[in-house]
Structure formats: C-alpha cells, structure tokens
C-alpha cells in the first residue's frame, strides 16, 4: 500500500534581480511522478540542484507543488488543515542536527515534538524513554546536546521524530556532516527503525555505500527521476551514473571495470564481500 503519492509535481523557484524584483523562475522538479510503499527503505541519489532536496521538502509539506499534487496518507499537502496531520505522520531530519537542536538536555530535545503535537505529560516521558532506547541513547538522557558527537546528535534528532510516531522519516543528507563512525551509527539506527518497527524510511543522500541496503534507489538528475529499481540494478548502469555526475559503490566499479577487461564477473556487484566471493570463484 503507498503511503506516499507524487503525481506529476512540478516546483519553481522565482529568480530576484538586484532590485529585489523577479526576473525569472528555475524549475527544480519537472513532472516527478512516484509511489512509496508503506514500511520501506527508499534512498535518493542525486548530485547538488538534482531536486532531491526539493522533492524531501514537498513530502513534509514545507514546499508546495507549483502544480501537481503530493499526497501524504491520503492527504493533499496543498490543504492547509492537512499540514501538522502531515509532519506528525512525515517527521524530517535535517543535514546538520544542530539547527534542529533547541534544549539544553537530551531527554528535552526528544519531549519537544510530542508536546507540541498535544502529547499528555504522562505519555510524553513514555514515548522520550522508548524513542531513546530505540536509537541507543538511553544512558544520554541527561546529558546536554552539545557534548554528543556528531553521530549521536543525530540520532538525537532522530529519537525526537520517533516520539512523535510517524509512519514515515525523511532525512535530508543526514550523514553528511558526519565521520565515518557516525555514519555508520545512523545507518545502523535506520535500519533498525525500518525492520523492527515498519517506520518508512526516505534518506536522501549522495553516499553510494549508504544506499546499497535500501529496498529501492531513486536516481534524480535536473529536477527529473532517471532511474528507479532496486539498488543492484541501479548500480549496473555505472556509465549512466556517472555521465550524471554520480560515482557508484568501489566494488561496484572495480567489477565493471574488470569485465570490461574480460574477467566474467556478474554485474551489479555491491560490496567487497560480493566481489571478494565472485573473484575467487573466477580463481578456483
């Protein structure tokens, strides 16, 4: 069943002059027509100014379609009296979590979304202790945000959208501005949110490696989808991705680049540990 209905959405950004009048329009989204299912793992690839970012934003209604429509649970994001249904069931995380930080103790942070959706007090500290347990940062509750590392500010963010018991997350680059430790902590903590407890989950990205997991990979490329499939046949079309601007996983490439060199590896080869089998085998 699709939680998420894109149809035919189109969004423009007005252009200023150095007079403050517009000058023009930039269409970041052209036509972008998508269903996304209920309790999946969907990435969307793209490079800078794909519409990637754009597309994240109309789902939590923040943008609305210039035309189009978006449907979010069967609601229309153009419907004012949809909006708050819409960010309770789409809770966004953003690149850099301390813009989304606002207390100063972590037990706070988490409370901040269920009180202002109208949480009674006694089920807002339920919800804060399970949304902690859930991202593994139970033993931070006390702690001030700002002496967390960049990972678990992260999933910090993260506990705060799960409070609110949405039925799907939109991380916008959410790695980004992370080592590789904290990558690695927030993929983990997805992946669990998405297995065990059916969240749907949107990560938007341009980390090849985080993708390889999903149950589907979204290619866009100026404002348009141009590849949609599972990620082992998103990642067969390496010369594609790259004519794009995009790389694909390492084992990835390596195997394309020795087939072409006439070793008879499969395509769509995604992680050293598929290489690695599919090499020795060619050894034997």
């Known amino acids: 069943m699709a939680l998420i209905d894109i149809l035919h959405l189109f969004h423009s950004f007005y252009r200023f002059n150095e007079s403050g009048d517009v000058s023009g329009t930039k269409e970041a989204l052209r036509d972008v027509t998508l269903s996304i299912e209920a309790g999946s793992f969907v990435a969307v690839l793209g490079h800078n100014g794909s519409g990637k970012s754009t597309l994240a934003k109309h789902i939590n209604a923040l943008f609305l379609p210039s ?69 593994g940062m139970t033993a931070y509750r006390m702690h001030s945000p700002d002496r967390l590392s960049g990972g678990q500010k992260q999933r910090v963010a993260i506990a705060g959208i799960v409070a609110m018991k949405p ?43 985080e993708t390889i997991d999903a149950d589907r990979v979204i290619v866009m490329d100026d404002g348009e989808v141009v590849l949609d499939d599972v990620p082992r046949v998103v990642f067969s079309h390496v010369e594609e991705l790259k004519s794009r601007g995009l790389d694909v996983p390492v084992a990835t490439q390596l195997a394309y680049e020795l087939r072409k060199k006439g070793l008879d590896l499969p395509e769509g080869i995604l992680s050293e540990e598929e290489f690695t089998e599919a090499y020795l085998k060619l050894c034997r």
């Open 167 to 209: 039925q799907c997350i939109i991380l916008d680059e959410p790695t980004a501005m992370l080592d590789p430790m904290g990558r690695r902590e927030v993929l983990r903590t997805l992946h669990e949110l998405n297995q065990k407890e059916k969240i749907t989950i949107l990560l938007i990205t341009h980390h090849m490696d």
């Open 67 to 135: 035309k189009g429509q978006v449907l979010v649970d069967g609601r229309d994001t153009k419907d004012a009296a949809n909006v708050l249904l819409i960010r309770h069931e789409a809770g966004m995380v953003f690149q850099n979590p301390d813009n989304q930080m606002i207390a100063n103790v972590v037990e706070e942070e988490v409370a901040f979304g269920p009180e202002n959706i109208g949480v009674p007090t006694e089920e807002i500290w339920e919800r804060v202790g399970d949304a902690l347990e859930r991202v």
